[in-house]
């Protein structure tokens, strides 16, 4: 029996917005898939517990998204099981952080093949099985920093930046089989990865920011869950700003 309920695989789900964007499609009767790859299970299995509560049908797996080999056995698990998937969230990502003159080659090509890479390997491991359900929605997690860029994040603005392109370019070859490819660019959210910023650094950001606050991972779910809705079937190739007004 083909599976009814919506497939829906996230990357990075343990924790932050991967784990609101779980929770948003939580709400609808979906089953929900994601990866992560945290040292432990702690964050994941918390995940899997709030999803639980909600009475999702949800299941986790360690997997590094920036395996090529990886991704596509993991994919066509996925496949064999579910038979498709219908939505796909690109949202795994790290910051290796330090200016240009201290970065080394190590710290580039994990943070590109990390964010940027990964979203190449999950996008192919899905397409096949999108084309032939002629239809599908990707969405993909950018950032305000691959837009304006970003002292001391060269690597991560550049992968961010890289996403953008690859999301415009695959929206259009996958628009006549009625898959849309988008993008969402947060701002400043409250998660883990900003946690570690230095306190001067965040109150700068703060000062910049129109509505005066730092945002909330629930808020860049509900763009992600938008962009998957009927409500954006004729929208492609585009980007959502979730940003409190930081950049208009
Ligand atoms: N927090 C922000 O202010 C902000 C702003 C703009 C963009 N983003 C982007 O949003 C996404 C989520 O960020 P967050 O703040 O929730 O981060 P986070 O650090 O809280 O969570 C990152 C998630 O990615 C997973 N991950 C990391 N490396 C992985 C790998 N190799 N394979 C599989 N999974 C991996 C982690 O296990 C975790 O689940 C990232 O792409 C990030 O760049 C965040």
Redo the contacts with the bound molecule.
Sequence with gaps: MPESKRIVVV????????RAVCLRFARDDARIIF????PDDL?ANETLELLDKMGAEAQAEK????SFEAVEEFFREVVREFGRVDVLVN?????RDTLLMRMSAEQWDEVLT??LR?VFNCTKAVMRSMIKERGGRIIN?????GQIGNSGQAN?AAS?AGILGFTKSVAKELATRDITVNAV??????????EKLPAKAKEAFLAQIPMGRI?R?DE?AEAVYWLASEGATYITGQVIHVNGGLYM
Excluded at 91 to 95: F, K, L, R, S
Aim: aromatic residues 6%.
């Design positions: 990357t990075g789900g343990s924790r932050g917005i991967g990866v992560h790859y945290d964050k997997l590094d998204v920036s949202n795994a990502g790290i910051t990390v964010n990964s997690i950018s950032s305000l920093v991560y961010k660019a947060p701002g400043f959210i409250d998660t883990e990865m900003t945002g991972p860049v």
